[in-house]
């Protein structure tokens, strides 16, 4: 065999390698659901107690009625399950996946819910009853709402806020956030519990100088998918406001005085690129 044949068999190769990869990440970035162990230490649980986190589920199943994606997550043995918002899609004809995956759960450990950006445009498209049919289902939805609860011996209070924790239109100070979310927030810290936001965006609290005004001890999110298409050694393509590689995007950050965590999701809706290099993520929280 002449060098140029071996030239172009090496680079057919190469190609069949690469074309190889592509295929199998993408299978595994929608198929192959991942538990990551993380740790949030907020100074205020002696005992401790973990917390099972997964988001942007966007209607997908793994397995018939999600029993798959329920098992890994029985199998965390979590104190508390969070599901921070985007379970369902927009356009969704109903809610019948989140709400299947409640009633798998609910007897695993109390479930909070919060809402996301499809959550709520999806109550726009005509369906109002969704926050009841989840509560009916056995969930716990926290929007611009809290609990006080106590977990193995530690006092917590849970919030759930979606909006920015700021003004807009180029206002981007806490102070200039709306009267609503003002109030709840001040409302919110008033307290010595250990206090834990579920906000679907991330970028709700990163902007501005909402993460040295709010007195909130732990942000729990998701939202922005890892990236979407994670590219090794550069992390996440794109996230949100925050635009292309984002600095907050996957994992634990600490940001002036917030400790903010974001999962990197379990699926994608419409996006123009699907999810690269990025597998499902069922997040387990060790709330320290």
Request: net charge negative; proline share 3%; no cysteine.
């Amino acid at each position: 065999m002449n060098r140029k044949k071996r030239w172009i068999l090496a680079v057919i190769l190469i190609l069949a390698v690469l074309a190889a990869y592509v295929l199998v990440s993408l299978w595994v970035s929608t198929n192959y659901i991942v538990v990551r162990e993380y740790t949030a230490d907020t100074g205020k649980s002696e005992t401790g107690f973990r917390a099972a986190v997964f988001s942007d589920l966007h209607d997908h199943r793994f397995g018939g009625d999600n029993e798959k994606l329920a098992e890994e997550i029985r199998q965390t043995e979590p104190d508390v399950i969070i599901m921070d918002g985007d379970m369902l899609n927009a356009e969704s004809e109903d809610a019948s996946v989140p709400l299947e995956l409640i009633g798998l759960l609910k007897d695993t450990a109390p479930v909070y819910y919060a809402l996301g950006n499809h959550e709520l445009d999806y109550m726009e498209n005509g369906h109002s009853e969704l926050i009841e049919e989840l509560e009916n289902a056995g969930a716990v939805v926290l929007d611009k709402s809290y609990v006080d609860i106590e977990i193995n011996g530690t006092k917590v209070r849970r919030g759930g806020l979606y909006d920015y924790a700021f003004g807009l239109n180029g206002n981007n100070d806490a102070a200039a956030a709306p009267d609503d979310i003002r109030s709840f927030l001040q409302d919110f810290q008033n307290t010595d519990s250990l206090k834990i936001m579920l906000s679907h965006r991330l970028d709700s609290f990163i902007f501005g100088d909402a993460s040295k005004v709010w007195d909130v001890d732990l942000v729990i999110s998701g939202h922005n998918h890892g990236g979407q298409v994670v590219i090794p050694f550069l992390g996440g393509l794109y996230g949100g406001d925050q635009g292309w590689f984002p600095e907050y995007v996957h994992g634990m950050y600490q940001k002036d005085n917030l400790l903010l965590f974001e999962t990197s999701g379990l699926g994608s809706d419409k996006q123009k690129l699907p999810r690269f290099n990025n597998p499902p993520e069922v997040a387990v929280l060790t709330i320290k």
